[in-house]
């Protein structure tokens, strides 16, 4: 008990340096850069624009508002892989300060996510854009949104702590990583409708596969403005929670070893 | 008695080399598949302890590799102890490389949050302070701009200023100070300073031992993870320097031992002639690593600066020595070696029944007429000279008188100068003496430098401390050492006699040359003055050199050595060379021979055949050494005699 009180305290003493660590990745990334914020609208928009001209010919008949859809999978896809491969490197990447001063290791790992999902929450002004542009409808239960956000953010959290982990003892682990994703990318009705899996893999990927619950919850109330099954929904939490056990596990089991390989 | 701050307990660190290579799955699966994942342990910290109460400040001292960053760590939090146990009470400032937590993109003014935030301070704490720490700082108008365009010197300043703007009870510092302008460190060391005096416990890493005992009260010594000493910052510094030293000394003799086997054990230099010059430029050049062997034919070090300790004195056996010069960084490197005393050589003469002030000076010219003032004393030799009516000097009296007048002449300068040529002054050629100068103040001082005075130690030990490490053969000649070990040496300095170099085949150079006649005499003070000259003819020595006085000695007894010149003859002790147009000539002839010669470098006084005093003759070996070594000893403001550095 008193060690937990130690590490609430802990955490509250370094809650400032979250906020500066997140600070100073916004402002890094959009410092200098002539459009500044607007980048992160922008970006998916692009993109967006770029696979729908690609994809929607293949896929138009069996998908309402085809941008939309694509444009969730994108976005929260993206989410996934900027949070997850940053806080893979946040341990190793801080090793100087690391080695010189004290600092839970944690911190670097959390602030790396959290930045990633500010910056998800900005780009969250395309998604409106698009949704006007192609008169799709606002629906009440996107008053759920931040609900999955953090979902989302919870899931990313405990991958990102395992992954730190892993790097400091095996660096090759970020292109295995790397081959991971993509197949996930694959795996993941991002651009595709679900529908046109066979049915054995649908099921297993609506099993097995985190982010389709998390894509399905965010498509539910934006897209089809209605709940989201309490399957995905609660699903959704449980995963998100799981995860977070076992990358916190693993990594406050092996931090004070990191030291010895950073 | 007050509870300690920081406790370290029987403290090990234990590093697994083995697994530190291995850092990527596609190794660890080969290792293991080869079952070569050992385990190799390596202990960087072995059952240290340290107890530290508050207001302390202790160093660390060590050398590279002895664990000292990993006991801070550890201290810190960083690193978790392997066994034993590490406690603080309170809360520690780690300024371990200022500016860890900096990002080179950010400005200043963003930078000072972050890396407050670092140190665990929160964003309001830091907007209070925010204005001492840009004064402290003194950033100014760059406070908006990114820290990537700052030099280093502000990086630190600022990174200074965050760690120390609070009090914090526990400072760590890993020898981060040597950045910065001099103002800075100032500011940095008043800064420590003022922390320690409010009651700061401080850890302090530096490798500069000096540091360590200006700033700290104990110290802590390690050497691979092992404690060796600990206690008060003097004498485990101390007892570190020795050691350090002991250890440089093996440390060369072995990488000297590895040279000599793989040059085929030769010398560098053959420096022949163990006196100033060759014991100057042996040193210089074992410093700049290279191997020499001083061979001299005399059974003593030092040359004719050689003094020897008897009845507690030191004899300056070849004759008075008294270190002068207006160089200062002359008298610094002889300072090195040695304390120097504050004699100042006022000598006396004597004629008849008379004493007089040397140099020729209102004292003596006091005495001689009973004038006063400096006008009364021009006027009395202007009037001797002008009664004189001497027109072309026509030999070195007339040329004496022509200066000084009839009665300085013959009291102080006819006599003297007779028994040191030998010769009648009428038969002696006029430019021997060029000036004679007369001094119109009360100043018995001989010399006109800056820099004076007697090594407290003796001349000897100067030599000594010169030739520390060298090798040196004494009792050994040149000629019989190179024909018993040709090809020894690469090189050689030669500061014998420069005709004897070459069997003195176009004949000899010819010297002036001083007997000494020493006697110990059993009373405590025989003249009262270290020199006194005498001037008539009838005394046959010139002067009494009584040593002790040279020291401010008060022995019960006294050692005195008559100085009588004699002419030279061929294989008696050259002293003084003589710079008539012969001698220049044959020396000129000599010279050439010289030039000729590979790999020989002549100096000194008898190479040269040269007079040099103490400090011409060290400012020439330090000359030489500059030029043959190719590095920047002292400056001696002649930049152009140095290769290139």
Redesign the interface.
């Known amino acids: 008990m008193n060690t937990f009180r130690y590490r609430i305290r802990t955490f509250f003493?370094?809650k400032?340096?979250i906020?500066?660590?997140v600070s100073?990745d916004i402002?890094?990334k959009y410092?200098r850069s002539f459009l500044g914020y607007i980048w992160s609208v922008l970006n998916p928009l692009l993109i967006m624009i770029v696979m729908t001209v690609v994809f929607s010919a293949m896929f138009k008949r069996n998908i309402e508002n085809y941008p939309v859809y694509l444009l969730i999978g994108r976005m929260t896809y993206d989410f996934l892989t900027t949070s997850t491969n940053g806080a893979m490197r946040s341990v190793t990447g801080n090793a100087?300060?690391?080695?010189?001063?004290?600092?839970p290791k944690y911190i670097f790992t959390l602030s790396k996510v959290t930045s990633c999902m500010v910056d998800f929450v900005f780009s969250l002004g395309a998604l409106f854009i698009v949704m006007i542009a192609t008169r799709a409808s606002f629906h009440p239960h996107m008053l759920l949104l931040p609900v999955i956000i953090l979902q989302l953010y919870i899931f990313c959290c405990g991958l990102g702590f395992l992954l730190a982990e892993l790097n400091v003892?095996?660096?090759?682990?970020q292109y295995?990583y790397r081959a991971i994703t993509t197949a996930w990318m694959y795996l993941t009705p991002i651009f595709y409708p679900m529908e046109q899996l066979p049915a054995d893999l649908q099921t297993l990927i609506k099993v097995f596969n985190p982010m389709y619950y998390y894509v399905a919850q965010f498509r539910d109330v934006t897209l089809n403005g209605q709940m989201p099954g309490p399957r995905i929904f609660w699903g959704g939490w449980i995963i998100a929670f799981l995860m977070l056990f076992i990358g916190v596990g693993i990594f406050q089991k092996h931090k004070?070893k990191f030291?010895?390989?950073i | 008695m007050a509870k300690n701050i920081i406790d370290v307990d029987h403290v090990s660190i234990r590093?697994?080399l083995a697994?530190?290579k291995v850092?990527?799955?596609?190794e660890?699966a080969i290792k293991m598949a080869k079952r070569e994942l050992m385990f190799q342990e390596f202990f960087a910290l072995k059952d240290v302890n340290l107890h530290v109460k508050p207001g302390e400040s202790w160093g660390l001292i060590g050398t590279n590799g002895s664990g000292k960053s990993t006991l801070l760590?550890t201290i810190?939090?960083?690193?978790?102890p392997y066994e034993g146990t590490v406690k603080v009470r309170g809360n520690?400032a780690?300024m371990?490389?200022l500016g860890?937590?900096f990002?080179m993109?950010?400005t200043a003014r963003?930078n000072i949050?972050?890396n407050g935030?670092?140190?665990?301070?929160?964003?309001e704490f830091m907007q209070e302070h925010f204005d001492d720490i840009v004064e402290f700082a003194g950033l100014g108008n760059f406070l908006d701009s990114p820290i990537k365009n700052y030099s280093s010197g502000m990086k630190a300043r600022l990174g200074f200023a965050v760690a120390t703007m609070v009090d914090p009870e526990v400072l760590i510092v890993d020898e981060v100070l040597s950045v910065g302008d001099y103002q800075f460190r100032k500011k940095c060391n008043e800064r420590m300073e003022e922390m320690l005096s409010g009651g700061t416990t401080l850890l302090y890493v530096s490798h500069n031992i000096d540091s360590v005992k200006a700033l700290c009260t104990h110290a802590l010594w390690l050497d691979h993870g092992d404690v060796i000493m600990s206690g008060s910052a003097q004498e485990v510094c101390d007892a570190y320097s020795t050691r350090q030293e002991q250890m440089y000394k093996v440390e060369r003799k072995e990488k000297e031992v590895k040279k000599a086997r793989k040059t085929g054990n030769k010398y560098d230099y053959l420096v022949v002639g163990a006196g100033l010059y060759g014991a100057v430029f042996a040193h210089e050049a074992y410093q700049a690593g290279k191997r020499c062997l001083v061979i001299d034919k005399r059974d003593h070090i030092g040359g004719n600066v050689y003094t020897e300790k008897t009845s507690n004195i030191n004899v300056h056996k070849y004759g008075a020595h008294i270190f002068h010069t207006n160089k200062k960084p002359i008298w610094d490197y002889v300072n090195r070696f040695s304390q120097f005393n504050n004699y100042v050589n006022t000598p006396v003469a004597v004629y008849k029944d008379e004493l007089y002030n040397l140099p020729f000076n209102m004292n003596t010219f006091s005495r001689l007429w009973g004038v006063k003032t400096p006008r009364e004393a021009k006027d009395k030799i202007a009037e001797q000279i002008k009664q004189l009516n001497i027109g072309e000097p026509k030999n070195l009296e007339e040329q004496a008188l022509s200066l000084v007048g009839t009665d300085v002449y013959e009291k102080l300068i006819k006599g003297y100068t007779e028994k040191q040529w030998g010769r009648d002054c009428k038969e002696l050629p006029s430019f021997i003496i060029k000036r004679l100068p007369l001094r119109f103040t009360y100043d018995n001082n001989y010399f006109n430098d800056r820099y004076q005075g007697i090594p407290e130690d003796g001349y000897t030990n100067i030599v000594l401390k010169l030739l520390e490490g060298i090798d040196v053969k004494l009792d050994t000649d040149y000629e019989a050492y190179v024909k018993e070990h040709p090809d020894t040496f690469e090189k050689v300095i030669y500061t014998g006699p420069i005709d004897e170099y070459f069997g003195y085949s176009l004949g000899h150079l010819e010297y002036r040359t001083v007997r000494f006649e020493t006697e110990e005499l059993d009373v405590e003070n025989f003249q009262g003055n270290a020199v006194v000259n005498y001037t008539e003819r009838e005394v046959p020595y010139t002067r009494i050199i009584e040593h002790k006085h040279f020291e401010f000695g008060q022995q019960p007894t006294t050692i005195i050595s008559r100085e009588y010149s004699e002419e030279w003859k061929p294989g008696m002790e050259p002293y003084y060379p003589v710079n008539d147009e012969k001698n220049g000539a044959l020396l000129a002839k000599y010279r050439e021979l010289a030039d000729k010669e590979e790999n020989v470098i002549f100096g000194g006084r008898l190479g040269n055949y040269k007079y040099y005093n103490m400090d011409q003759v060290i400012e020439e070996a330090l000359l030489l050494a500059q030029k043959e070594l190719k590095r920047k000893i002292v400056d001696l403001g002649m930049d152009e005699n140095v290769g290139e550095v």
């Open positions: 003493q370094y400032d340096l906020k500066e660590l100073r402002k890094l410092r100087a300060l690391l080695k010189k001063t004290y600092i003892f095996f660096r090759d682990i295995i004070d030291i010895l390989y | 590093f697994n697994n530190q850092n990527n799955l596609k660890y760590k810190t939090g960083i690193l978790k520690i780690p371990i490389e860890a937590g990002d993109e950010l963003e949050f972050l935030a670092v140190l665990g301070h929160s964003e």
